[in-house]
């Protein structure tokens, strides 16, 4: 009678157990192909490399050439981290976008922060305007950033009204792009032929300017935000059951979205500033890894950041080998593979629900 009482226990411990191994594989296929993504993007380009040679240059630099040093170290190197740290850092905005608003649809592009700073951006290109005081050569991408901050406190400030929910706010980040796209075909009105031209190859998006430092910087917030954002893993994970479900485990809903938009204000306000507007990554990393992973945010956050990634990547490599010589924006990349590849996942879903 005893062993009968206790099968149940054992067997759900068993099945848990085995369910939280099969997350840590997946987990660890993502970062096996990750860093297969990076050493592919690392070889292609306008003069190819083999994999073995790139390694080589990247662990030990002295024992190679001088010119694929140069190559590795001086321009692809930061381009292809860049990719991954950029990648990431919206996946994680997107993902935790989703979870605070339970809206499947929300994304930074949602909310209206790119929007923002792509408007920032373009006063900076066309006429030089500088929203806050800065060195020669950095007026873009601080106009951009402060423009997104903006984009997200006004959120926050209508978010605070009584009465305002999260579909609420989604509507207003739509609002907010509408307003911003507005703002940015002005500024081409009046720009020059040559203004035009900057502004909208910025808006695609491109990782070809990515510096070390700027890459230093994207790492920092990724840095600072994910330890946050993993520690409140519990309360993200049961926020998705409802605000007043959560509200009766203890948790401070409001107090926890305002820390949440900040975090992710950050997370998508510095990329875009650096590299231009990417869309689909911030919406479709997340929804692959919920899909392979679940909600568990202690699977979930470490998942979304290797799809973010792993998709950004790709995507580099895919725009290095579409036309040889020749280097694609990175965000009709995105958008040409994130497209049809969310679609056939939500489709397969489906399927399997039915």
Known sequence: MTTTAMAPPASQGAGYRALVRRKRWLLLGFFVLTTLSLLLDLALGPVGYSVKDV???????????????????????????????????????????????????????????????????????????????????????????????????????????????????VLLGIALVFTFNALLA??????????????????????????????GVTCLVLVVTLPLFARNSWALTALRLGDDKAASFGINVARLRLQTLVLISLLAAFPVAFVGTIGFVGLVGPHIARMLIGEDQRFFLPASVMTGALLLSISSVVSKTLIPGAIFPIGVVTSLIGVPFFISLILGRRERSW
Do not use: C
Request: aromatic letters at 8%.
């Open 55 to 169: 390694v080589q240059a990247v662990l030990w630099p002295d024992s190679v050439p001088v010119q694929l040093r140069v190559v590795v170290w001086d321009i692809r190197l930061p381009t292809a981290l860049m990719a991954l740290a950029v990648g990431a850092a919206l996946s994680v905005a997107g993902a935790q976008m989703q979870t605070t608003l339970n809206n499947p649809l929300a994304s930074p592009f949602t909310l209206g922060i790119s929007a923002a700073a792509s408007f920032g951006a373009a006063l900076g290109l066309a006429f030089g305007v500088a929203l806050f005081p800065t060195v020669a050569g950095y007026v873009v991408p601080l106009n951009a950033f402060v423009m997104a901050m903006l984009s997200a406190g006004l959120i926050h400030l209508l978010s605070m009204k009584r009465g305002v929910t999260t579909e609420t706010i």
């Open 186 to 215: 002005l500024v081409q009105y009046f720009a020059t032929e040559q203004a035009v031209a900057a502004v909208v190859f910025w808006t695609m998006g491109s990782l070809t300017k990515a510096t070390w430092p700027k890459l």
